[in-house]
Each structure stands twice: as C-alpha cells, then as structure tokens.
C-alpha cells in the first residue's frame, strides 16, 4: 500500500524512458497537483472537482514537457529539470509554503477498500495492467519501442515520433498525478517536502524493473 505511489509514477516513467528519453519533473508535478487539491478543499471544492483537477495539472505539465521536447527540441533531461525546479517554486508560491489539510473525504480514498481490498492498490493494479496491454498489445505500443530503438529509423517507417513523445510525457504526467492522488491521500497533509526527490525513486524502481 505504501509503495502504490511510487510503483505508478514509476509506470509512467517506464513509456519516457523506453523512448531514450527521461522526466526530472515528476516529483514536482506531484506537489503541484497535492497542493492545488489543498487549495480548492481550503475553497471548499468537493471531491470529483479536486481530484479532476489534480489530473488536469498532470496532463498540463506533461503537456508543457512535451513541446518543450518535440517543439523547441530541447533535450529531455534539461527541459524536465527546468521544469522540476520551476514547478517546486510554483507549488512553494501556490502553498505559500505552508501546509495544507485535506479534509475527510479525501484521506477515505486513501484508507479506503473495495471488496477487501485497498483502494491504492487496486488502482496500481488497474494502471499496471493498462500499461502492460497498451505497450505489448496496441501498435501505440510497439511504436512506443520503436522510436527508443533508432528515432530515425521509425521516422522513415512512418511512425509520427513527434506524436509519440509527446503522448508519452503526457502519460507520465498523468501517472505523477495518479502518484499524487495516493500520496496526499495517505499522508493528509501537503508540505514543502511533498514529491521531494520523488523522481529518482521512480527512475531506480523502473530501471530496477527491467525498463531498458
């Protein structure tokens, strides 16, 4: 249950690092999802609203990643480290470096189980699984691999790799806000140390893991 978290951030760092390609951004894109939840459950915001716009952030940012890659064609370790400190400055300013309680109803999600068992895992479960499919069974997949192997190559196989890329930043956006969900749901509290150094962990799991 503990290590939820960080198994489905590091399945979203597995599509990024199967293209050659690397996301320092992770852990702060963990804090700003935790603390703009802190900041609508302070306004009063009920639970869906939180947790959509939790997601939301993570798709913006691994949208934001995503051109930084495919547009300005700046190298994913920089791009994604620029955006790891200006995120954690961003979510610093957000919080205005406090911490935030997250009510009740968001801690259940957290304790919460279905049928015995506890929601976090359950939602690792259904992550893992939809990753494993998507990249062994869909030709999204297979191009995932294809553009890690030799980006030229599958340029001329025509794979669109711009597309490619950036799905892929998107994806592990939307797993760093997953990872947040989790996170903040058990701990209940979001602080300035929030998703601290959460991407190195994601990375050692995922290498550790097999990902090439």
Do not use: H
Request: charged share 5%.
């Amino acid at each position: 249950v503990q290590s939820s978290s960080t198994a489905i951030v590091a399945i979203g760092m597995t599509f990024v690092l199967l293209t050659a390609g690397v996301d320092l951004s992770v852990g702060a894109i963990m804090f700003i999802a935790a603390a703009t939840a802190g900041k609508l459950a302070a306004a009063g915001a009920g639970l869906p609203l939180t947790l959509g716009a939790m997601l939301a952030v993570g798709a913006g940012a691994g949208a934001l990643n995503a051109f930084c890659v495919t547009r300005l064609a700046i190298v994913p370790f920089i791009a994604t480290l620029a955006l790891m400190y200006v995120g954690r400055g961003f979510a610093l300013w957000l919080t205005e470096t406090r911490s935030l309680a997250l009510p009740p109803g968001f801690l259940a999600f957290g304790s919460g189980r279905l049928a015995g068992i506890p929601i976090p895992i359950l939602l690792l479960a259904a992550v893992a699984v939809a990753a494993q499919v998507t990249l062994a069974a869909m030709p999204f997949g297979r191009q995932v691999y294809a553009v890690g192997q030799n980006r030229d190559a599958a340029t001329k196989a025509g794979v669109a790799t711009g597309r490619i890329l950036a799905a892929v930043y998107i994806v592990c956006g939307l797993c760093a806000a997953l990872g947040a969900i989790v996170s903040a749901s058990q701990l209940g509290v979001v602080s300035a140390t929030f998703g601290m150094n959460k991407e190195f962990t994601a990375i050692a799991a995922a290498v550790l893991g097999g990902t090439s």
